[in-house]
C-alpha cells in the first residue's frame, strides 16, 4: 500500500520502520524542529531522526490546516494515511483525502482513556490491562470507528517505560493486520459507545506532586506511570525532592517495625516516621518506604548516600 505516515514521538518510530519494511511509504510528516535544553540546540523529532536514517521524505507544517501543506499531501496519491501520537488534530479536509481513510493507532483500549496521555492513566489508575486499538480517524478526539484492539497486561511493577516499549510492540503488530484487513476490504467498522468514554489529558508538571493523603498504591502508581517525567515529586524545607525509587509493600512491611495499626497511630500522612538505608513516609493507609531520590540540582541518589549530605529529620512532615 501507498501511505503517508504522520507521527512524532518514540512512540511511533517502530511503527514507522515496519510500515517502511513492507509497504511503501511515500512521505513522512511530523512535528517541526524545537530548541530543546539549556543551549536551546534544535532538536528533530525521534520520527524525523528515524525516517532521515530510512531516506524518507519528510513535511513539518507548523500548521496542518495550511493551505500548501493539504495540496502537498494531496498530490502524493496515498493510499491510506496512518497516524501515530502526531500531535495535531486533522481537520476533516486531511481525512478525506486518501481513498481508504486515515487509520490512527492509540495506546488504549477505546474508548477508554481518549486524548494525549492514555498509558500514563492506566498505570496512574492502578488497571492491571490496556491495548491497542486501531481506529478509523473521524472529527473529534479519538472518537472513530474501531477496526482493531488486542489487549496487554501491565504487570505490577511495569513502569511507563515498560508499558511504552510493549505497547510499540504491540502497534507494529496490530497495523499490520489492520492494513491487510483494509486492503482485503474485509475490515469491520465498530462504533465507539460515547457513554463509556474516559479521557487522558496531556500530563503537566504539577501531576506529579504526591499527596500524602492518598493510599500508599496509589502514591506507588504515581511513581510508576510519571517515570520519568514529569516525576513524581514533594517537599522538604520549601526544596523539590524527586521519589524515583520505592520498597514492594511486602519488602516495606518486612523491613520496618511499622506493620501494625497501633504503630502507626497518632502519625500524619507526609510524616518521615524513619531515614536510614530508607525513607519511610506515613501515607493515609501505611507507609512508603522510599528507597531512591533526588534533590533539587542534584543527581539521583539512594535515599542512605542523600542524607549523609542533607539530613531530614525524623517527624517533619513532607
Known amino acids: 500500500m501507498r501511505i503517508l505516515f504522520m507521527g512524532t514521538p518514540d512512540f511511533a518510530v517502530p511503527v514507522l520502520e515496519t510500515?517502511?519494511?513492507?509497504?511503501?511509504?511515500?512521505?513522512?510528516?511530523?512535528?517541526p524542529d524545537r530548541p530543546k535544553g539549556r543551549g536551546h540546540g534544535v532538536m528533530f523529532s525521534p520520527v524525523k531522526e528515524r525516517a532521515l536514517s530510512l531516506g524518507l521524505p519528510i513535511l513539518?507544517?507548523?500548521?496542518?490546516?495550511?493551505?500548501?501543506?493539504?495540496?502537498?499531501?494531496?498530490a502524493l496519491k496515498a493510499d491510506i494515511f496512518v497516524v501515530v501520537a502526531y500531535g495535531q488534530l486533522l481537520p476533516l479536509r486531511i481525512l478525506q483525502i486518501p481513498p481508504l481513510g486515515c487509520v490512527n493507532i492509540h495506546a488504549s483500549l477505546l474508548p477508554k482513556y481518549r486524548g494525549a496521555a492514555p498509558m500514563q492513566r492506566a498505570i496512574l489508575n492502578g488497571d492491571e490491562v490496556t491495548g491497542v486499538t486501531i481506529m478509523f480517524m473521524a472529527k473529534g478526539m479519538d472518537t472513530g470507528d474501531m477496526l482493531l484492539k488486542k489487549p496487554i497486561n501491565i504487570e505490577k511493577d511495569d513502569r511507563f517505560a515498560?508499558?511504552?516499549?510493549?505497547?510499540a510492540?504491540?502497534?507494529c503488530e496490530c497495523i499490520i493486520e489492520?492494513?491487510?484487513?483494509?486492503?482485503?476490504?474485509?475490515?469491520?467498522?465498530?462504533?465507539?459507545?460515547?457513554?463509556?468514554a474516559t479521557y487522558a489529558p496531556m500530563l503537566k508538571k504539577e501531576d506529579g506532586r504526591i499527596d500524602w493523603n492518598s493510599s500508599t498504591v496509589q502514591i506507588i502508581n504515581q511513581i510508576r506511570a510519571l517515570d520519568p517525567w514529569p516525576g513524581t515529586y514533594t517537599y522538604y524545607e520549601g526544596q523539590v525532592i524527586k521519589i524515583w525509587d520505592y520498597l514492594p509493600l511486602e519488602d516495606a512491611a518486612d523491613g520496618t517495625g511499622l506493620v501494625t495499626d497501633?504503630?502507626?497511630?497518632?502519625?500524619?500522612?507526609g510524616e518521615v516516621l524513619e531515614a536510614g538505608s530508607h525513607l519511610l513516609v506515613k501515607t493515609s493507609d501505611g507507609v512508603l518506604a522510599i528507597t531512591e531520590l533526588q534533590g533539587q540540582g542534584s543527581k539521583r541518589m539512594r535515599v542512605g548516600d542523600y542524607l549523609r549530605g542533607r539530613p531530614i529529620a525524623v517527624g517533619t512532615r513532607l
Open 162 to 167: 515498560d508499558v511504552h516499549d510493549k505497547m
Open 60 to 74: 513539518q507544517p507548523e500548521k496542518v490546516r495550511e493551505d500548501n501543506f493539504i495540496e502537498t499531501i494531496t
Open 262 to 269: 497501633g504503630d502507626l497511630k497518632g502519625h500524619t500522612p
Open 178 to 196: 489492520a492494513l491487510k484487513q483494509i486492503e482485503a476490504g474485509s475490515a469491520v467498522r465498530e462504533p465507539q459507545n460515547p457513554e463509556e
Open 169 to 171: 510492540a504491540l502497534s
Open 19 to 31: 510500515l517502511a519494511q513492507k509497504h511503501q511509504v511515500l512521505a513522512v510528516v511530523t512535528q
